[in-house]
C-alpha cells in the first residue's frame, strides 16, 4: 500500500516561506505522479503543484506560478513543497497525493492521499 506522511506546516507571516514534505512509502514503478493540494475552510480543494518521479516533470496552479517550487528526492522518497512569498490567502490544510501519471494526479482524482498538515499565513 502507498501511504503518504506530510509534514512542515505551521505560521508564517505574509511575505515569509515554509518548506512542506511528503515522505513516501510503498511506492511501486505504478505510481509515477506526484501532487499538493490544499483545502481552506468553506473552499473547495484545489490543486497546488505536481510532479513526476522519473522525469521531474512539473505543473503548477497559475496562482502559485512563480512562488512556489515543488522538488522530489528519489533517493528518500520524497517530496517537497518550497512555498515563498507567501499570502494570507495561501492558508489552507495542505494534502500530498499520488497517482499513476502527471495527468491522473492533477486532473483525474489521485488514489492516495495523505492526512494534511496546516499551514496558516498571518497579515
Known amino acids: 500500500q502507498v501511504q503518504l506522511v506530510e509534514s512542515g506546516g505551521g505560521l508564517v507571516q505574509a511575505g515569509g516561506s515554509l518548506r512542506l514534505s511528503c515522505a513516501v512509502s510503498g511506492r511501486t514503478f505504478s505510481t509515477n505522479g506526484m501532487a499538493w493540494f490544499r483545502q481552506a475552510p468553506g473552499k473547495e480543494r484545489e490543486f497546488v503543484a505536481a510532479i513526476t518521479w522519473r522525469a521531474g516533470r512539473t505543473d503548477y496552479a497559475d496562482s502559485v506560478k512563480g512562488r512556489f517550487t515543488i522538488s522530489r528526492n528519489n533517493a528518500e522518497n520524497t517530496v517537497y513543497l518550497q512555498m515563498n512569498s507567501l499570502k494570507p490567502d495561501d492558508t489552507a490544510i495542505y494534502y500530498c497525493?499520488?497517482?499513476?501519471?502527471?495527468?491522473?494526479?492533477?486532473?483525474?482524482?489521485?488514489?492516495?492521499w495523505g492526512q494534511g498538515t496546516q499551514v496558516t499565513v498571518s497579515s
Open positions: 497525493a499520488a497517482d499513476t501519471t502527471l495527468g491522473a494526479v492533477v486532473s483525474g482524482g489521485p488514489n492516495y
